[in-house]
């Protein structure tokens, strides 16, 4: 069964940084393109960043370039968010999700991790 | 950036009624669309593919169509289960972008 389990979410203080990790299983993770999307509380799905199979190409939203690094260690079956310089409007659910090979629709997607920013 | 506009925002609909969700892309994306269900705090779920592929174990209830710019999400008979928000999404280029939403309720 393919499987995406994200984890790292949790309270930080503004300024603050946060590593989130996505473990895949069920799959062969190195075959994959990967993205991660958020979810503010009530609010609407945003992506925040994709990754290609052997990390040479890296796509980021505005929102978060410059602050956020997506990566990935195929090794380790694991994909990775380093978020720095986090702010209140950075609150989400993260989820990791990935493409299949012949396309570049999202499936399936991890249970999600909170994120809340605040002092 | 490409801009998904969604419509409706939401609608009340009774279980056995057809609904219809509408995208809009504000460029043309060829079929390069999805649509997702998400379930009150649960992961989305893909449903439809390229368009108007619809993804293994997806009920055969729900079809999507369009090419271009506009595109349609449609439940044939909407079941007990299918009271959620749906998203489009483009996958055409970066930054991918999804629609606001619709949140489809009981009547």
């Known amino acids: 069964e393919v499987q995406l389990v994200e984890s790292g979410g949790g309270l930080v203080q503004p300024g603050g940084s946060l590593r989130l990790s996505c473990e895949a299983s069920?799959?062969?993770?190195?075959?994959?393109?990967m993205n991660w999307v958020r979810q503010a509380p009530g609010k609407g799905l945003e992506w925040l960043s994709y990754?290609?199979?052997?990390?040479?190409?890296?796509y980021y939203a505005d929102s978060v370039r410059a602050r956020f690094t997506i990566s990935r260690d195929n090794a380790k079956n694991s994909l990775y968010l380093q978020m720095n310089s986090l702010r209140a409007e950075d609150t989400a659910v993260y989820y990791c999700?990935?493409?299949?090979?012949?396309?570049?629709?999202?499936?399936?997607w991890g249970q999600g991790t909170l994120v809340t920013v605040s002092s | 950036a490409i801009q998904m506009t969604q419509s409706p925002s939401s609608l009340s609909a009774s279980v056995g009624d057809r609904v219809t969700i509408t995208c809009r892309a504000s460029?043309?994306?060829?079929?390069?669309l999805g649509w997702y269900q998400q379930k009150s705090g649960k992961a989305p779920k893909l449903l439809i593919y390229?368009?108007?592929s619809l993804q293994s174990g997806v009920p055969s209830r729900f079809s999507g169509s369009g090419f271009g710019t506009d595109f349609t999400l449609t439940i044939s008979s909407l079941q007990p289960e299918d009271f959620a928000t749906y998203y489009c999404?483009?996958?055409?280029?970066?930054?991918?972008?999804f629609g606001q939403g619709t949140k489809v309720e009981i009547k």
């Open positions: 999700t990935k493409e299949p090979p012949e396309g570049r629709w999202f499936d399936p």
């Open positions: 069920g799959f062969t993770f190195s075959a994959y393109e």
């Open positions: 990754i290609s199979r052997d990390s040479s190409d890296i």
């Open positions: 460029q043309g994306i060829r079929d390069d």
């Open positions: 390229a368009a108007t």
């Open positions: 999404l483009q996958d055409f280029n970066y930054p991918r972008t």
